[in-house]
Nanobody, 125 residues
Framework: AQLAESGGGLVHTGGSLELSCAAS????????LAWFRQAPGKERVFVAA???????YYADSVRGRFTIARENARASVSLQMKNLKPEDTAVYYC????????????????????WGQGTQVTVSS
């Protein structure tokens, strides 16, 4: 993996967690960073993305509760998660690619050629 996530863990419903991702494989090229998640027995799905121009996009299921932020100088991205629900339980993956996306296009997994190893987030009821 060329991306490295950290910050997962176990929280109760309504709690908060922050995930971080170091994207050392990306340099000064315009790149998009995103978070996906995969619950047991389900497909990996889009959570949020941020482009080089700091445009941000969210899945409907997390909009208003999650915040994605990037720091271009360090090629890193974070995901602040608030008001967590049991259905947020999943392995969260950081992903990236050199280029731009917009809107729902950012949710296409095929765009992303860099992936982290994943970090577990568990929300107990």
């Amino acid at each position: 993996a060329q991306l490295a996530e950290s910050g997962g863990g176990l929280v109760h419903t309504g709690g908060s967690l922050e995930l971080s991702c170091a994207a050392s494989a990306l340099t000064s090229s315009p790149f998009t960073l995103a978070w996906f998640r995969q619950a047991p027995g389900k497909e990996r799905v889009f959570v949020a993305a941020t482009t080089r121009s700091n445009s941000v996009y969210y899945a409907d299921s997390v909009r208003g509760r999650f915040t994605i932020a990037r720091e271009n100088a360090r090629a890193s991205v974070s995901l602040q998660m608030k008001n967590l629900k049991p259905e947020d339980t999943a392995v969260y993956y950081c992903a990236g690619f050199v280029g731009y996306c917009s809107g729902t296009g950012c949710g296409d997994r095929r765009l992303y050629n860099l992936w982290g190893q994943g970090t577990q987030v568990t929300v107990s009821s």
